[in-house]
C-alpha cells in the first residue's frame, strides 16, 4: 500500500495545463499595458508641444495686431536648401479648391498667380504685402503653380 500513495503523490506534481479556465488579460499585464498607453500619450503631447514652440519662435507673434511688420523683415526656416523655388508679388487669401490656401498676384493676370501653402509661416499675417517666397513646387491638379513656403521676406 506505501507504493501506491507514493505513485499517487508523484502524479500530484504534474500540473493540468487546459487554458479554458484562465483569464486571457491577468491585472498585472493590464497595469502594464495601461501604464505604456499613458507614457506614449504624454510623450506624445510633450513632442507636440515641442514642435509648436519652435514653429512658433519664428513667427511673427501679435495677439493685438501692434508687432509692425515692416519690408526686409523674414520669417520662416533660416536653412533654404529644401526651399529651392523662389517668386515674388502681392500676397492675397485665397487658393483653388483645396489647392492653395493663398496667392501671390502677379505681372501677367491670374494665369501667372502662385498658389501657397505653408506648414512653418502663418501668411495670414502678410495679406496684402508684397513678399518673397522660397519654397518646394508641388504637383497641382488645379493651378498652374502650387508651392509649400518654408521662408518669406516683406518687401
Known sequence: ?????????????????DNSSKQLF?????AVLIILVLLGIGAGYFFTRQQNTSVNATLPTATNKTVAIKAGDVFG?????????????????GGVGD????????????????????????????????VKVWG???KAQNVGWLMEVGKVQVE
Open 99 to 130: 489647392e492653395g490656401q493663398y496667392h501671390l498676384v502677379r505681372p501677367g493676370g491670374s494665369s501667372q498667380y502662385v498658389y501657397l501653402t505653408s506648414s512653418t509661416v502663418d501668411l495670414s499675417k502678410l495679406v496684402g504685402r508684397n
Open 1 to 17: 500500500m506505501e507504493n501506491t500513495t507514493n505513485i499517487n503523490n508523484k502524479r500530484a506534481v504534474v500540473h493540468n495545463f
Open 77 to 93: 526656416a533660416n536653412d533654404t536648401s529644401a526651399f529651392k523655388d523662389t517668386a515674388e508679388g502681392q500676397l492675397e487669401v
Open 26 to 30: 491577468s491585472p498585472k499585464y493590464l
Open 136 to 138: 518646394a513646387t508641388q
